[in-house]
């Protein structure tokens, strides 16, 4: 039997139940996987989508609040993953953060695409603020990010919120608020700063 089938116009490997019953590299770190996804090892990316497949759909579905449209979005981070993973260098942070980022990337596109096909008005149709911030709270990437959220200001926060876990533009996001565009990136970056001096330990203990 193969090690994988192929999905995707074959580009990808996609784990089967008898592989997954025969894993290899599980005790591997994930930057280690990673490196050799890079150069085309089908073992290490069927572990890497072991490991991701469940959080990279989680993470979709909470943002884009429509499961085929999630499950969709997952299937382009792990072709991004197989095709791009050359790119990955490891001194430059954990493989953790670059999936974790691919696949945040990903969805925002996905959000954008949707607003852009049903010409959502922004002031009327998308979900409650406080419904928002909550979601991304929850979508957030570990304990560590959560609670550096939580320390923003709650215009800080807001204004974050929109623009990595909604897609929003920094435009969207004045006219959505009500207030002048220069007053949006201000907050977002003290926020982004803020967010960037809590998470400074985190992110040296990813690259030590």
């Not at 770190?29 to 073992?43: N, P, Y």
Request: proline share 3%; glycine share 8%; aromatic share 6%.
């Amino acid at each position: 039997m193969a090690a994988c089938e192929m999905h995707r116009n074959s580009l990808v490997p996609r784990p089967t139940a008898h592989t997954m019953a025969h894993r290899e590299g599980q005790g591997e770190t994930e930057d280690a996987l990673l490196v050799r996804v890079g150069k085309k090892d089908s073992q290490a990316f069927e572990t890497i989508y072991d490991r991701y497949g469940g959080g990279v759909f989680s993470l979709a579905v909470k943002m884009l609040r429509d499961r085929q449209a999630a499950e969709e979005v997952a299937q382009e981070v792990f072709l991004a993953i197989w095709r791009g993973a050359r790119d990955f260098d490891p001194a430059r942070g954990s493989a953790r953060s670059w999936i974790l980022s691919l696949a945040h990337h990903k969805s925002v596109d996905a959000v954008r695409r949707q607003r852009l096909r049903t010409a959502e008005p922004l002031s009327d149709t998308m979900i409650a603020d406080t419904d928002v911030a909550r979601d991304a709270l929850r979508v957030a990437a570990g304990a560590e990010v959560k609670q550096a959220l939580a320390s923003l200001s709650d215009a800080q926060r807001e204004a974050i919120v929109f623009a990595y876990y909604g897609g929003y533009t920094q435009q969207e996001i004045a006219k959505r608020l009500g207030v002048p565009l220069g007053t949006v990136k201000t907050r977002m970056r003290d926020g982004m700063l803020r967010l960037r001096t809590a998470l400074e330990p985190q992110v040296k203990g990813t690259e030590s």
